[in-house]
Antibody
Framework: EVQLLESGGGLVQPGGSLRLSCAAS????????MNWVRQAPGKGLEWVSA????????YYADSVKGRFTISRDNSKNTLYLQMNSLGAEDTAVYYC??????????????????WGQGTLVTVSS | AIRMTQSPSSFSASTGDRVTITCRAS??????LAWYQQKPGKAPKLLIY???TLQSGVPSRFSGSGSGTDFTLTISCLQSEDFATYYC?????????FGQGTKVEIK
């Protein structure tokens, strides 16, 4: 059974940093690109970032480029999102999501067939 | 970026109704379209991919159609567990973009 479990969310002050983690199990983690998608309170879904299975290729939404860094540790089956220079506009539930198609190296390849339960990031003073 | 526009944004329906949600892309995306269902406080769930392929385990009352710029999600006989918000997503080009969502409420 595929499972994705996010952690690391919390309350952070404007300008601060936070690192999210997503522990994966139930599939060959290194074969699949992974994504972060966020949802501001009461709003819709916004794709944030993607990383290829090898970790070589990374992609970002314009809204987070230069501030967020996606990475993965395939030996630990874990996905990360390092978030710096956080602002109120970054307040959201952050989901990790698995690409449905294996071996994708493009910025976008397929739909997302499994999602974590989400972790809430609140940026406020 | 490709803009995805869903209509309506919300509506009320009754159990047993046939409902249709529309998603329009600002440019052609072939069949690179997915539909997700999201219930309050829960993660999105993949319903349909490639515009019309039902994800494993999803009830057959859900169906999708369309290609190019115009797509529809149909629920043939609305059940109580189907009251939720539905999102379309294009994965034709970077960045993958979502529609704004359609909330299906109980009449």
């Amino acid at each position: 059974e595929v499972q994705l479990l996010e952690s690391g969310g919390g309350l952070v002050q404007p300008g601060g940093s936070l690192r999210l983690s997503c522990a994966a199990s139930g599939f060959t983690f290194s074969s699949y690109a992974m994504n972060w998608v966020r949802q501001a309170p009461g709003k819709g879904l916004e794709w944030v970032s993607a990383i290829s299975g090898s970790g070589v290729n990374t992609y970002y939404a314009d809204s987070v480029k230069g501030r967020f860094t996606i990475s993965r540790d395939n030996s630990k089956n874990t996905l990360y999102l390092q978030m710096n220079s956080l602002g109120a506009e970054d307040t959201a539930v952050y989901y990790c999501a698995k690409d449905q198609r294996a071996y994708c190296t493009n910025a976008v390849c397929s739909s997302f067939d499994y999602w974590g339960q989400g972790t809430l990031v609140t940026v406020s003073s | 970026a490709i803009r995805m526009t869903q209509s309506p944004s919300s509506f009320s329906a009754s159990t047993g109704d046939r409902v249709t949600i529309t998603c329009r892309a600002s440019q052609g995306i072939s069949s690179y379209l997915a539909w997700y269902q999201q219930k309050p406080g829960k993660a999105p769930k993949l319903l349909i991919y490639a515009a019309s392929t039902l994800q494993s385990g999803v009830p057959s009352r859900f169906s999708g159609s369309g290609s190019g710029t115009d797509f529809t999600l149909t629920i043939s006989c609305l059940q109580s567990e189907d009251f939720a918000t539905y999102y379309c997503q294009q994965y034709y080009s970077y960045p993958g973009t979502f529609g704004q969502g359609t909330k299906v409420e109980i009449k």
